[in-house]
C-alpha cells in the first residue's frame, strides 16, 4: 500500500493537510505551489552533481600523475631501464679489462713509448694507398689551419663582446658616414658661394674704375 503523501489534503487528512486545505481555501497556497513543492529540491541535484565534478577532478589529477610518472620513466629510461644498465656495465667492463691488459703490460709499453721512432712503417694494403694519401693531404692543410682553428676557439668565450664591439663600431660609422656626407655638402655649398663672389669680383673692380 502507498504511503500517504502529507503535503496532499486529500490523501493526508491530518493537522498538516487541514492547514493546507485552509490555506488553499483561502487563496494563500495554490495547487501550482504544492506541485512544485512535490519535486525533489535542487539543492540535492547540485550537491550530486558537485560530487561527481568532485569524482572526475579526482579522476583527472590520478590521470595526470600516472602521465608526469610514465613521462619520467622515459626521460629516466636510459638511467634506471635494465636493458641500458645491462649496455653500460658492458662498456664499463670492456674499459676494465682493457685497463688491466694495460696494466699488466704496462712495463713493455714504458720501454717500447721510450724508443725513438725511426725506420718503422706501418704496412697499408695497396687498395688503401689513395685513400691514405687523401688522408695525408687532408691532414697537412688541417695542421697548416691549426693555429687559426684554435685562435677561433679561444676566441669563443669573448664572441658576444666581441659583437657588441662591432655594433658599436658600425654605430660609429653610421655618425661618422652621416657627419661625412653633411660637411661634403657644406663644401659643396661653400665652393659655390666661392664661384658666385669670384665671379663678382671683376664686376665691382669695373664699377670702381669707372665711377674713378
Known amino acids: 500500500m502507498a504511503s500517504a503523501n502529507r503535503w496532499d489534503p486529500a490523501s493526508a487528512p491530518n493537522a498538516a493537510g487541514l492547514l493546507l486545505g485552509r490555506?488553499?481555501?483561502?487563496?494563500?497556497?495554490?495547487?501550482?505551489?504544492?506541485?512544485?513543492?512535490?519535486?525533489?529540491?535542487?539543492?540535492?541535484?547540485n550537491f550530486s552533481r558537485l560530487h561527481q565534478i568532485t569524482n572526475m577532478q579526482g579522476e583527472i589529477y590520478q590521470k595526470n600523475l600516472e602521465f608526469e610518472l610514465l613521462k619520467l620513466e622515459k626521460d629516466t629510461a636510459d638511467v634506471v631501464h635494465p636493458f641500458f644498465l645491462d649496455q653500460n656495465c658492458h662498456t664499463l667492463q670492456s674499459m676494465n679489462n682493457h685497463l688491466e691488459a694495460v696494466l699488466k703490460e704496462k712495463r713493455a709499453l714504458?720501454?717500447?713509448?721510450?724508443?725513438?721512432?725511426?725506420?718503422?712503417?706501418?704496412?697499408?694494403?695497396?687498395i688503401y694507398h689513395r685513400y691514405m694519401?687523401?688522408?695525408?693531404?687532408?691532414?697537412v692543410t688541417f695542421?697548416?689551419?691549426?693555429?687559426?682553428?684554435l685562435e677561433a676557439i679561444r676566441n669563443i668565450p669573448h664572441l658576444d663582446a666581441n659583437l657588441k664591439n662591432m655594433s658599436k663600431a658600425l654605430a660609429k660609422m653610421d655618425i661618422l658616414v652621416t657627419e661625412t656626407e653633411e660637411l661634403a655638402e657644406n663644401i659643396l655649398k661653400w665652393r659655390e658661394q666661392q664661384k658666385e663672389v669670384s665671379?663678382?669680383?671683376?664686376?665691382i673692380l669695373a664699377e670702381e674704375n669707372l665711377s674713378s
Open 23 to 45: 490555506f488553499l481555501a483561502s487563496g494563500l497556497v495554490t495547487q501550482e505551489m504544492l506541485n512544485i513543492s512535490k519535486k525533489s529540491a535542487s539543492c540535492f541535484v
Open 110 to 126: 714504458r720501454q717500447r713509448l721510450m724508443k725513438p721512432i725511426c725506420q718503422e712503417n706501418l704496412p697499408i694494403e695497396a
Open 133 to 139: 694519401v687523401c688522408l695525408l693531404e687532408l691532414a
Open 143 to 149: 695542421i697548416e689551419k691549426l693555429e687559426t682553428h
Open 199 to 203: 665671379s663678382c669680383i671683376p664686376k
